[in-house]
Structure formats: C-alpha cells, structure tokens
C-alpha cells in the first residue's frame, strides 16, 4: 500500500452499542488496514460505511446480538462497495 490507513470495521462512532454487546472496537482484530486517498478509496466509502452501521443499528437490527452483528460485518466486507485498496 502507498497510504495505509488503520480502518475499524466497527464504527468508532457506535463504540458503546458494540461495547454493550461485548465488542472492543479497538480490538486490532476487528481492524484493517486500507489504502488511503489517494490512491485509494478508504475516504470516498468511509461515510457510507457508517451509514450502513447506523441503519443496521437504529431501523434493521437494534437487539443485535454479537453473532448478528459479525452476521452483518461480513455481508459488507464481502459486498465489495469497501475495499481494502
């Protein structure tokens, strides 16, 4: 990577909901690194990104349990609309 940047696949913004339901969001392994503009994308998607958390957390599923919400990680690492590079 040209501009690695340190990316929490669990918002920071939503910290205490996660933390509530026994997740660190700092916990390094629930990070990625990305690349960052430029090259690379990490700022475009970034608000989209939480967005995504934000709805998921207020309107789709807001009793999520742990296994709900790595359920719904892995839907959005997989849906290729936030790469890594």
Do not use: C
């Amino acid at each position: 990577m040209i501009n690695p940047q340190a990316h929490h696949n669990f918002p920071w913004t939503f910290r205490e909901w996660f933390a509530k339901r026994g997740i660190n969001v700092n916990n390094p392994n629930y990070g990625r690194w990305v690349e960052g503009t430029p090259p690379g994308s990490h700022q475009i998607w970034s608000a989209a990104y939480e967005d995504e958390w934000a709805e998921y957390i207020y309107q789709v599923n807001p009793n999520a349990t742990a296994r709900d919400i790595f359920g719904f990680l892995d839907e959005l690492l997989r849906s290729g609309r936030f790469p890594s590079r």
